[in-house]
């Protein structure tokens, strides 16, 4: 499985033409194919190529949708 660090998952931000990478507890979803995160921003409060884990403790949804995007990788220290 690919490893990335923070500064690499910010590479994948969604916008002008690459894919949407978002991570949740270690593991690194391809969210790309989501309406949801058209352009790298999720519902105007969250950006693709950012680790999630917090911000998902507070949002009105569980991770539990995040299960039906393919894990590409997972989030490493630098």
Known sequence: MRKLTRSELRQYD???G???YVAYQ?????VSSSFLWRS???QASHE???DLTEA???APHGAELLQKFPIVGELVEE
């Open 14 to 16: 969604g916008k002008e």
């Open 18 to 20: 690459r894919p949407a």
């Open 26 to 30: 270690g593991k690194v979803y391809d």
């Open 40 to 42: 790298g921003r999720h």
């Open 48 to 50: 693709a190529g950012y």
């Open 56 to 58: 998902l403790e507070r």
